[in-house]
């Protein structure tokens, strides 16, 4: 039915927007300290690192041995945010690298961990209905629970993120970190090289490849258990090197996870267990990727595939739960389950023309999903069950049903599709007074979903037959085509100043088809059209001082922009109208920033401060008349912020590392339909305002020399004070019964030792085992009907991996 679910969030607590009614109830989580002016606050910080480590980090370099000043330095980090291989302390970018040996130590497994140690990123998981396939990722709090994602997502080169369908609840699909080279996040709007997706920012998923020379590889297994919960286990295994020597390589990569569950179901009418760790799931993943060099030109296919099995829901009923207790249950009277599966095959060819570097990559993406949610609280509801207004007469409500045929269910699915190609020129080098990157790009995403709601209880009550008669079907299919060419270029003006200049300019279509049938769409046309059109053009200007080889400083100003879409034609009950299509929404960043290394590269530091002011913020519009909506362009956000990471070798054999960041996401425009609030400006946007890393690693020999570590690891999140939307007496999302994400603090632990080519590690997960109520969810604002997520209770494991080629 038509409506966004209520959010279940995951590890970071993370945006949010709500409205009146089970339609588009959405939770908001806090956002930011009031009145707090940190636009430049990052640069001060850079600067004041200087001091504050310096006495500390100065000393330890002048008593380490002599010799052993090499040994002890920080790695270079090689990224790829300006599409060549750049050290990310030369890149003028806010980029957040995670290598594949950062996974590992800090155990992510998937989405939700990688963006809980991401500083800037929020990531918001559904599950209030089902098994929680609806992912929201944001950075900067440039967020959306509408409409074509605020953030690329890319796999390697292939650009993969998904439109929010304005029924499904489809999000992202994302790869498992596995046999990764590092996960990169560029903060910030990347439109001029990477366009309409990467209006906040971007985060790329970067895989190990071939190699023609050497043959590198691990085999790896897993086990652990969860509190209150099941076992998890994983086995995977990956290798690469040539065929061929200098001539054909491969690389190829399996790998299997189960994940046991902590959530149990039971039976809402005596209690009784009915199907325990039921949100366990499996996940598959398999890789092959070749790599060839013939006269100059390499060619590099690959082919990706996953497959995520999630056994029943993923949220928890507050009424039946007691996480302190260590009591994780729902109460649903029906299995949901969920499949999402995808692939990624691509080429890359590669080859020097006349000076310059050619790169020519064909992608195409596929992704097919199917969902089942709960609609039963929501039905219960709507007047229209067995027991009339009274819901379905349940004393506790009218959302709680008495037996087991007041079920209402909504099978979802998905089946995304995305050809896209793109051409590039680059310089040769980037040690000339003038480089450049210049290019082609054209893609066409095709995105078709499909929902189908039913309940027996109401079709019996309406004299319907079959009971199984749809109460409402949508089937929509999504057309978005952009042809885009684009540069930027780098021009040396001293030795120490630099230039970065760059535009894209595209052509952009968007075509909306939907197919509506049952009772509730009366009066809808059977099957509407709906198309628009855009041309943007996205630029960006950097100025770089290179103060010597240990310290870059930048100043930058750059576009970012979202491509708009259609609506679906409301019910004729509504009584009102709606706008066919809504257009796109841009924002302009202004950044300042400082990467310096710091006493012979013992300390590393990146650090940025930015304004960002969003426009034509596209937004739900809630129909109170019939609690459904459409997507308009109403609103507008400033947002203000900084990031700050450091890595440092305080000591031989301890390095540590800290990141932090604070975002200040606002609206800045009161808005209102029919004279009823929907924001006011100083209202959240949403987000946690404060997201705080903190690593620390201790590196030492066992007897007999064997190499041996321990490691810490804490990641915050804090609450959002406000203002938020639903706080607004008489608005269109006023609900008193909201509450707001605590603030969170998981700490992990991890130890291990290497023998020879065998590495044996123990850790835990979230060792002070805490459980705040998280992403509380209802079907409508006044409901006791409750739904919530918990973190991952504390999870003991084994670690073995075997290193190949070392």
């Given at each position: 039915?038509?409506?966004?679910?209520?959010?279940?969030h995951?590890?970071?607590?993370?945006?949010?927007?709500?409205?009146?009614?089970?339609?588009r109830?959405?939770?908001?989580?806090?956002?930011?300290?009031?009145?707090?002016?940190?636009?430049?606050?990052?640069?001060?910080?850079?600067?004041?690192?200087?001091?504050?480590l310096?006495?500390?980090?100065?000393?330890?370099?002048?008593?380490?041995?002599?010799?052993?000043?090499?040994?002890?330095?920080?790695?270079?980090?090689?990224?790829?945010a300006?599409?060549?291989?750049?050290?990310?302390?030369?890149?003028?970018?806010?980029?957040?690298?995670?290598?594949?040996?950062?996974?590992?130590?800090?155990?992510?497994?998937?989405?939700?961990?990688?963006?809980?140690?991401?500083?800037?990123?929020?990531?918001?998981?559904?599950?209030?209905?089902?098994?929680?396939?609806?992912?929201?990722?944001?950075?900067?709090?440039?967020?959306?629970?509408?409409?074509?994602?605020t953030?690329?997502?890319?796999?390697?080169?292939?650009?993969?993120?998904?439109?929010?369908?304005?029924y499904?609840?489809?999000?992202?699909?994302?790869?498992?970190?596995?046999?990764?080279?590092?996960?990169?996040?560029?903060?910030?709007?990347?439109?001029?090289?990477?366009?309409?997706?990467?209006?906040?920012?971007?985060?790329?998923?970067?895989f190990?490849?071939?190699?023609?020379?050497?043959?590198?590889?691990?085999?790896?297994?897993?086990?652990?258990?969860?509190?209150?919960?099941?076992?998890?286990?994983?086995?995977?295994?990956?290798?690469?090197?040539?065929?061929?020597?200098?001539?054909?390589?491969?690389?190829?990569?399996?790998?299997?996870?189960?994940?046991?569950?902590?959530?149990?179901?039971?039976?809402?009418?005596?209690?009784?267990?009915?199907?325990?760790?039921?949100?366990?799931?499996?996940?598959?993943?398999?890789r092959?990727?070749?790599?060839?060099?013939?006269?100059?030109?390499?060619?590099?296919?690959?082919?990706?595939?996953?497959?995520?099995?999630?056994?029943?829901?993923?949220?928890?009923?507050?009424?039946?739960?007691?996480?302190?207790?260590?009591?994780?249950?729902?109460?649903?009277?029906?299995?949901?389950?969920?499949?999402?599966?995808?692939?990624?095959?691509?080429?890359?060819?590669?080859s020097?023309?006349?000076?310059?570097?050619l790169?020519?990559?064909?992608?195409?993406?596929?992704?097919?999903?199917?969902?089942?949610?709960?609609?039963?609280?929501f039905?219960?509801t709507?007047?229209?069950?067995?027991?009339?207004?009274?819901?379905?007469?349940?004393?506790?409500g009218?959302?709680?049903?008495?037996?087991?045929?007041?079920?209402?269910?909504?099978p979802?699915?998905?089946?995304?599709?995305?050809?896209?190609?793109?051409?590039?020129?680059?310089?040769?080098?980037?040690?000339?007074?003038?480089?450049?990157?210049?290019?082609?790009?054209?893609?066409?995403?095709?995105?078709?979903?499909?929902?189908n709601?039913?309940?027996?209880?109401?079709?019996?009550?309406?004299?319907?037959?079959?009971?199984?008669?749809?109460?409402?079907?949508?089937?929509?299919?999504?057309?978005d085509?952009?042809?885009?060419a684009?540069?930027?270029?780098?021009?040396?003006?001293?030795?120490r100043?630099?230039?970065?200049?760059?535009?894209?300019?595209?052509?952009?279509?968007?075509?909306?088809?939907?197919?509506?049938?049952?009772?509730?769409?009366?009066?809808?046309?059977?099957?509407?059209?709906?198309?628009?059109?855009?041309?943007?053009?996205?630029?960006?200007?950097a100025?770089?001082?290179?103060?010597d080889?240990?310290?870059?400083?930048?100043?930058?100003?750059?576009?970012?922009?979202?491509?708009?879409?259609?609506n679906?034609?409301?019910?004729?009950?509504?009584?009102?109208?709606?706008?066919?299509?809504?257009?796109s929404?841009?924002?302009?960043?202004?950044?300042?920033?400082?990467?310096?290394?710091?006493?012979?590269n013992?300390?590393?530091?990146?650090?940025?401060?930015?304004?960002?002011?969003?426009?034509?913020?596209?937004?739900?519009?809630?129909?109170?008349?019939?609690?459904?909506?459409?997507?308009?362009?109403?609103?507008?956000?400033?947002?203000?912020?900084?990031?700050?990471?450091?890595?440092?070798?305080?000591?031989?054999?301890?390095?540590?590392?800290?990141?932090?960041?604070?975002?200040?996401?606002?609206?800045?425009?009161?808005?209102?339909?029919?004279?009823?609030?929907?924001?006011?400006a100083?209202?959240?946007?949403g987000?946690?305002?404060?997201?705080?890393?903190?690593?620390?690693?201790?590196?030492?020999?066992?007897?007999?020399s064997?190499?041996?570590?321990?490691?810490a690891?804490?990641?915050?999140?804090?609450?959002?004070?406000?203002?938020?939307a639903?706080?607004?007496?008489g608005?269109?999302?006023?609900?008193?019964?909201?509450?707001?994400?605590?603030?969170?603090?998981?700490?992990?632990?991890?130890?291990?030792?290497?023998?020879?080519?065998?590495?044996?590690?123990v850790?835990?997960?979230?060792?002070?085992?805490?459980?705040?109520?998280?992403?509380?969810?209802?079907?409508?604002?006044?409901?006791?009907?409750?739904?919530?997520?918990?973190?991952?209770?504390?999870?003991?494991?084994?670690?073995?991996?075997?290193?190949?080629?070392?």
């Amino acid at each position: 039915m038509r409506q966004n679910r209520a959010p279940i969030h995951g590890r970071t607590g993370a945006i949010a927007e709500s409205s009146a009614g089970r339609h588009r109830h959405r939770k908001h989580v806090p956002g930011g300290t009031p009145d707090l002016k940190v636009r430049w606050l990052g640069a001060i910080v850079g600067l004041l690192g200087h001091g504050i480590l310096s006495p500390v980090l100065a000393a330890d370099a002048q008593s380490a041995p002599a010799g052993a000043g090499d040994a002890i330095q920080l790695q270079e980090v090689v990224v790829t945010a300006t599409k060549r291989a750049q050290d990310i302390q030369k890149v003028p970018i806010s980029v957040y690298a995670l290598s594949s040996r950062d996974l590992f130590l800090t155990n992510a497994k998937n989405m939700t961990d990688i963006a809980a140690l991401v500083p800037g990123i929020d990531f918001e998981n559904q599950a209030g209905y089902g098994a929680g396939m609806l992912t929201m990722i944001s950075i900067r709090g440039v967020n959306s629970n509408i409409g074509p994602s605020t953030t690329g997502v890319y796999i390697d080169d292939t650009s993969v993120q998904d439109r929010l369908n304005q029924y499904t609840n489809f999000g992202n699909a994302y790869p498992v970190p596995f046999d990764l080279e590092r996960v990169e996040v560029d903060r910030g709007p990347q439109g001029t090289l990477f366009g309409a997706g990467a209006e906040g920012g971007l985060v790329r998923f970067v895989f190990n490849q071939p190699s023609l020379e050497q043959t590198t590889g691990e085999v790896s297994t897993e086990l652990a258990h969860i509190d209150y919960g099941g076992m998890s286990y994983e086995a995977g295994a990956a290798a690469g090197g040539p065929i061929i020597t200098d001539t054909l390589g491969f690389r190829m990569s399996a790998w299997f996870r189960k994940d046991g569950g902590f959530i149990n179901e039971v039976d809402p009418f005596n209690g009784a267990l009915t199907d325990p760790d039921a949100n366990r799931e499996e996940t598959k993943a398999f890789r092959l990727a070749l790599l060839g060099s013939f006269g100059g030109i390499t060619v590099s296919p690959s082919f990706y595939y996953q497959s995520r099995e999630i056994h029943d829901a993923t949220g928890l009923y507050g009424y039946l739960s007691d996480p302190q207790a260590g009591e994780f249950d729902a109460g649903h009277i029906l299995p949901l389950p969920a499949k999402d599966g995808f692939s990624v095959t691509a080429l890359k060819l590669e080859s020097d023309v006349g000076g310059a570097k050619l790169t020519a990559i064909s992608s195409y993406f596929w992704r097919f999903g199917r969902t089942v949610d709960d609609l039963t609280g929501f039905a219960g509801t709507l007047g229209v069950t067995s027991a009339g207004a009274a819901g379905y007469g349940n004393p506790l409500g009218p959302e709680y049903p008495v037996s087991y045929s007041d079920y209402a269910a909504e099978p979802n699915s998905t089946d995304q599709r995305i050809l896209s190609q793109e051409v590039r020129l680059s310089s040769p080098s980037a040690d000339t007074g003038l480089t450049w990157v210049a290019g082609l790009f054209y893609s066409r995403a095709n995105q078709d979903e499909t929902e189908n709601a039913y309940s027996p209880n109401i079709a019996g009550t309406l004299g319907v037959f079959p009971l199984t008669t749809s109460l409402q079907y949508t089937g929509t299919v999504s057309i978005d085509t952009q042809a885009a060419a684009f540069g930027q270029a780098d021009y040396n003006i001293t030795r120490r100043w630099k230039l970065t200049a760059g535009i894209r300019v595209a052509d952009m279509s968007y075509s909306f088809k939907t197919v509506a049938a049952g009772l509730f769409n009366a009066g809808t046309p059977p099957s509407s059209l709906t198309a628009t059109s855009a041309h943007p053009v996205t630029p960006k200007v950097a100025l770089n001082f290179q103060a010597d080889q240990q310290d870059l400083y930048y100043a930058s100003i750059g576009k970012g922009y979202r491509t708009g879409g259609g609506n679906s034609p409301l019910p004729t009950y509504c009584n009102s109208p709606e706008p066919a299509t809504y257009a796109s929404d841009d924002l302009w960043s202004y950044e300042i920033g400082a990467k310096n290394r710091l006493f012979g590269n013992h300390l590393q530091m990146d650090t940025s401060a930015y304004h960002i002011d969003w426009l034509n913020i596209q937004q739900e519009v809630l129909l109170v008349n019939c609690g459904l909506n459409y997507i308009a362009n109403t609103g507008r956000a400033k947002i203000n912020g900084f990031d700050l990471s450091a890595e440092a070798i305080v000591l031989q054999g301890l390095t540590a590392s800290l990141a932090v960041s604070y975002t200040d996401s606002r609206y800045s425009k009161n808005v209102e339909l029919y004279g009823v609030p929907v924001v006011d400006a100083g209202d959240q946007v949403g987000g946690s305002p404060w997201n705080v890393t903190m690593t620390a690693q201790y590196a030492f020999p066992l007897p007999g020399s064997v190499p041996a570590f321990v490691r810490a690891e804490e990641v915050y999140h804090s609450k959002n004070p406000g203002p938020f939307a639903w706080e607004i007496p008489g608005g269109i999302s006023y609900n008193p019964y909201t509450i707001t994400d605590s603030a969170t603090h998981v700490l992990g632990l991890r130890a291990g030792a290497t023998l020879s080519r065998f590495e044996l590690s123990v850790f835990i997960d979230n060792v002070t085992n805490t459980h705040p109520w998280l992403g509380r969810g209802t079907d409508v604002p006044a409901s006791t009907l409750t739904y919530f997520t918990a973190l991952t209770p504390r999870t003991v494991g084994l670690d073995a991996i075997y290193h190949l080629g070392r």
